[in-house]
């Protein structure tokens, strides 16, 4: 059984069982790329290695997929998943019709009729693929919860094909199947038609018409015993569906309906018309009784291989809750409405109310029904044998034929019987077939490479040979394959699917998980355990880990910070610097990180570098400093405006050697590089410095006057 959470095909998502059959098990799902609900119907484990069952249920698939009918329920995809095969069909949420015949132990004739017309017009659908169904059945017959009845499970189905098989896995459920189905002969559309108005049967008398205590009486009872009317249980139903349903079942295919469209129009006239005579039952064959005898080689065949009803391929939609489904949840009557086969006929219009229209007589004109002729016909043939049996004893006990006598070879003959051939059956199939050859079993296990787990290897006596009564017969009973050990073979390095096809080559069952990986690519085993050479044995399960490709990260915005500040912020998350380049920006200063060309955001692999542009500021014009020395004043300013510079502060000083108002001195040396619109300084001459003469002594004659002309204030 499957968990749920785990996905089939990286797709589908197991979200809980919903039913069992016997070959598969069948889940709800959500199809994830879809986003909708499925069923998922997966292969059991027993059958996984078996090519047989395997080949069979594909074929199922293939068969199914091509009918899209909303009447039958769609298959969507077909599927193999670390060594399960898998189905995926509509999901249906309802109850079976099986299990609503039980809720309401019989249905009304309006509501079998509305039922079985939607559930025929499913099987024409079918047939008109050449597709036979080969298991019709209510279990088969799904109810939705908005009315909509679905035909299901074509699990023995085989598109354009009949078999002469007696196969349990195509037998069907016994209680349904048509004559010609458990005769093993040729079986056509018309067989499906026999289970349908047994299915019809069940519908009305809320049981089947053949019951026993085993399957193989059942089998028996459907090839040579006549069907009784359901009128003898329910008086009151329409005579038009009593000959619906009695014509469906017939012995001889050739009397039923020849197809599901002449069944579908009698539907729908027994809707118009309940107590109309237009069924048309065909007389009998000339050269062919009604009720079918069996030959006594194929009695004995029967009795010796019989039925197992766990056998029965049934992978439909077996509820495992069905207390969850009220009756009040669907209504057949309710979703049927009349108007849905509004219907002129010659016998009358129908309004809805069979009560008015039904009469106690099953024939308007009075006739005897058929079905009621043919049983007094049996009783009174069985009636003149009895007493003709009766007759003959009396006389031949008169005539002393029956008096005791030695009959010892009579009696040990009578205490012989023929060993039947069990190899092949389940412990319980061989068993009741022994018990009713008046034989005992004696059983033993050993392990079969050929068998199932639980069937018969071998028996002794052998199969035909004759025994003594109550001798026990011993068989082996196979407890599956033996347990081999196999080595896991290395994996690593292969791509998911070949290495899954290699692990389950090796008869192992692979299980996976993901991991990220900076060496491994993505979709590549990265190592299995256990580990390759590892010795386990077959069926183990092995998990493969398998590569996602380098974990990847998100690239961090780092424009606007500063070249340290970017390299630390890449580091953080996961990621290097690469290639830093410097560039001129009158946006940014200089040192600021001005671009990245990994966008931010971008998911990319760890480890990856990142390559960014650093500014240098906005970009300066440089200018050559011209020569300003010898030149006057003006021509100094003037030589640096030509040049793209600027007269900075200018100075004067004496200069011997400088004719007076040219330029001694210039701060940036001419030839030097500088920005442009920068500043220069220069000297300009103020030629050579003046002397002042010196002043001679006068000496001083004592009335205050002196040489010095400075002093002399005479005259003035």
Same mark, same amino acid.
């Given at each position: 059984?499957?968990?749920?959470?785990? =996905?089939?095909?990286k797709?589908?998502?197991i979200?809980?069982?919903?039913?069992?059959?016997?070959?598969?098990?069948?889940?709800k799902g959500?199809?994830?790329?879809l986003?909708?609900?499925?069923?998922?119907?997966?292969?059991?484990?027993?059958y996984?290695t078996?090519e047989? =069952?395997?080949?069979? #249920?594909?074929?199922?698939?293939?068969?199914?997929?091509?009918?899209?009918?909303p009447?039958v329920?769609?298959?969507?995809?077909?599927g193999q998943?670390?060594g399960?095969?898998?189905?995926?069909?509509?999901?249906?949420?309802?109850?079976?019709? @099986?299990?609503?015949i039980e809720?309401?132990? $019989?249905?009304?004739?309006?509501?079998?009729?509305?039922?079985?017309i +939607?559930?025929?017009?499913?099987i024409?659908?079918a047939?008109?693929?050449?597709?036979?169904?080969r298991?019709i059945?209510?279990?088969?017959?799904?109810?939705?919860?908005?009315?909509?009845?679905?035909?299901?499970?074509?699990?023995?189905?085989?598109?354009?094909?009949?078999?002469?098989?007696?196969?349990?896995s195509?037998?069907?459920?016994?209680?349904?199947?048509?004559?010609?189905?458990?005769?093993?002969?040729?079986v056509?559309?018309?067989?499906?038609?026999?289970?349908?108005?047994?299915?019809?049967?069940?519908?009305?008398?809320g049981?089947? *018409?053949?019951? !026993?205590?085993?399957?193989v009486?059942?089998a028996?009872?459907?090839?040579?015993?006549?069907i009784?009317s359901?009128?003898?249980?329910?008086?009151?139903?329409?005579?038009?569906?009593?000959?619906?349903?009695?014509?469906?079942?017939? @012995?001889?295919?050739?009397?039923r309906?020849?197809?599901?469209?002449?069944?579908?129009?009698d539907? @729908?006239?027994?809707?118009?018309?309940?107590?109309?005579n237009?069924?048309?039952?065909?007389p009998?064959?000339?050269?062919?009784?009604?009720?079918? %005898?069996?030959?006594?080689?194929?009695?004995?065949?029967?009795?010796?291989r019989?039925?197992?009803?766990?056998?029965?391929?049934?992978?439909?939609?077996?509820?495992?809750?069905?207390d969850?489904?009220e009756?009040?949840?669907?209504?057949?009557?309710?979703?049927?409405?009349?108007?849905?086969?509004?219907?002129?006929?010659?016998?009358?219009?129908y309004? !809805?109310?069979?009560?008015?229209?039904?009469?106690?007589d099953?024939?308007?004109?009075?006739?005897?029904?058929?079905?009621?002729?043919k049983?007094?016909? %049996?009783?009174m043939?069985v009636?003149?044998?009895?007493?003709? #049996?009766?007759?003959?004893?009396m006389?031949?006990?008169?005539?002393?034929?029956?008096?005791?006598?030695?009959?010892?070879?009579?009696?040990?003959t009578?205490?012989?019987v023929?060993?039947?051939?069990?190899?092949?059956?389940?412990?319980?199939?061989?068993?009741?077939i022994?018990?009713q050859?008046?034989?005992?079993?004696?059983?033993?296990?050993?392990?079969?490479?050929t068998?199932a787990?639980?069937?018969?290897i071998?028996q002794? *006596?052998g199969?035909?040979?004759?025994?003594?009564?109550?001798?026990?017969i011993?068989?082996?009973?196979?407890?599956?394959?033996?347990?081999?050990?196999?080595?896991?073979?290395?994996?690593?390095g292969?791509?998911?699917? $070949?290495?899954? +096809?290699t /692990?389950?080559?090796?008869?192992?069952?692979?299980?996976?998980?993901?991991e990220?990986?900076?060496?491994?690519?993505?979709?590549?085993?990265?190592s299995?355990? *256990?580990?390759?050479?590892?010795?386990?044995k077959?069926?183990?399960?092995?998990?493969m880990?398998v590569?996602?490709g380098?974990?990847?990260?998100?690239?961090?915005?780092?424009v606007?910070?500063?070249?340290?500040?970017?390299?630390?912020?890449?580091?953080?998350a996961?990621?290097?610097?690469?290639?830093?380049?410097?560039?001129?920006s009158?946006?940014?200063?200089?040192g %600021?990180?001005?671009s990245? $060309?990994?966008?931010?955001?971008?998911?990319?692999?760890?480890g990856?570098?990142?390559?960014?542009?650093?500014?240098?500021?906005?970009e300066?014009?440089?200018?050559?400093?011209?020569?300003?020395t010898?030149?006057t004043?003006?021509?100094?300013? +003037?030589?640096?405006?030509?040049?793209?510079?600027?007269a900075?502060?200018?100075?004067?000083?004496?200069?011997?050697?400088?004719?007076?108002?040219?330029?001694?001195?210039?701060?940036?040396?001419?030839?030097?590089?500088?920005?442009k619109?920068?500043?220069?300084?220069?000297?300009?001459s /103020?030629?050579?410095?003046?002397?002042?003469?010196?002043?001679?002594d006068?000496?001083?004659?004592?009335?205050?006057?002196?040489?010095?002309?400075g002093?002399?204030?005479?005259? +003035?």
């Open positions: 059984m499957l968990k749920e959470g785990v =996905f089939l095909g797709r589908y998502e979200l809980g069982r919903v039913g069992s059959g016997g070959m598969a098990d069948v889940y959500k199809d994830h790329k986003n909708r609900y499925v069923a998922i119907k997966v292969l059991k484990s027993d996984r078996d047989v =069952f395997i080949q069979k #249920f594909l074929s199922e698939a293939q068969a199914a997929a091509g009918l899209m009918h009447n329920v769609n298959v969507y995809d077909v998943d670390r399960l095969y898998y189905m995926v069909m509509e999901l249906v949420e309802g109850i079976t019709l @099986k299990d609503y809720k309401k132990g $019989k249905l009304s004739a309006k509501e079998t009729i509305s039922i079985s +939607q559930m025929v017009t499913g024409q659908a047939h008109n693929q050449h597709i036979i169904h298991d059945k209510p279990q088969n017959i799904i109810i939705s919860k908005e009315g909509k009845v679905k035909v299901t499970d074509f699990g023995i189905a085989r598109a354009t094909t009949s078999t002469k098989t007696i196969s349990s195509v037998m069907g459920s016994v209680h349904y199947t048509s004559p010609e189905q458990a005769r093993g002969s040729v056509d559309e018309k067989s499906d038609i026999y289970s349908a108005g047994i299915t019809m049967y069940e519908m009305v008398t049981h089947v *018409p053949f019951d !026993g205590d085993s399957t009486s059942v028996i009872k459907h090839l040579q015993e006549e009784v359901p009128a003898v249980e329910v008086p009151d139903i329409p005579y038009s569906l009593e000959q619906i349903i009695m014509k469906c079942t017939q @012995k001889n295919p050739d009397r309906y020849q197809n599901c469209q002449e069944l579908i129009l539907l @729908k006239r027994s809707l118009v018309s309940p107590e109309g237009f069924v048309n039952l065909s009998f064959a000339s050269n062919m009784d009604e009720t079918v %005898i069996m030959p006594t080689e194929e009695m004995e065949r029967f009795q010796d019989g039925y197992d009803d766990e056998d029965d391929y049934d992978d439909g939609y077996d509820y495992d809750d069905d969850d489904y009756d009040d949840d669907y209504d057949a009557e309710d979703d049927y409405a009349d108007d849905d086969y509004d219907y002129d006929d010659d016998d009358g219009d309004d !809805g109310d069979y009560d008015d229209e039904y009469t106690s099953r024939r308007k004109n009075g006739e005897v029904d058929p079905n009621t002729k049983i007094m016909k %049996i009783l043939i009636a003149a044998v009895i007493i003709a #049996f009766v007759v003959i004893f006389v031949g006990k008169a005539a002393g034929m029956f008096k005791k006598g030695p009959a010892t070879t009579q009696t040990q009578e205490s012989e023929k060993v039947p051939d069990v190899v092949g059956l389940s412990k319980d199939e061989a068993q009741e022994l018990s050859k008046k034989l005992g079993i004696k059983v033993s296990q050993a392990p079969s490479d068998y787990k639980g069937l018969v071998s002794d *006596p199969a035909d040979t004759k025994v003594k009564k109550n001798t026990e011993k068989v082996v009973i196979s407890s599956g394959k033996a347990v081999k050990e196999t080595t896991v073979p290395d994996v690593v292969m791509s998911e699917d $070949k290495a899954q +096809q /692990l389950e080559d090796e008869s192992l069952v692979v299980d996976y998980k993901s990220y990986s900076d060496t491994v690519e993505e979709g590549k085993v990265i299995t355990n *256990p580990g390759a050479g590892a010795s386990v077959e069926g183990s399960k092995v998990t880990v590569s996602q380098a974990e990847k990260v998100s690239v961090p915005s780092i606007g910070i500063s070249r340290g500040d970017a390299d630390a912020a890449l580091a953080g996961g990621l290097k610097s690469g290639n830093v380049t410097e560039e001129y009158d946006e940014y200063e200089a %600021i990180v001005m990245q $060309k990994t966008s931010e955001g971008k998911k990319v692999k760890k990856t570098a990142v390559d960014y542009v650093v500014s240098k500021g906005p300066i014009e440089m200018v050559t400093v011209p020569s300003l010898g030149h004043e003006a021509e100094a300013n +003037q030589r640096l405006t030509d040049a793209g510079l600027q900075g502060r200018v100075t004067y000083e004496n200069s011997g050697s400088v004719m007076k108002g040219y330029v001694i001195y210039q701060s940036a040396s001419a030839g030097s590089e500088m920005e619109d920068s500043y220069v300084d220069f000297v300009v /103020l030629g050579p410095a003046e002397v002042t003469p010196p002043t001679p006068v000496p001083d004659d004592g009335n205050g006057s002196s040489d010095d002309p002093n002399n204030t005479e005259g +003035q």
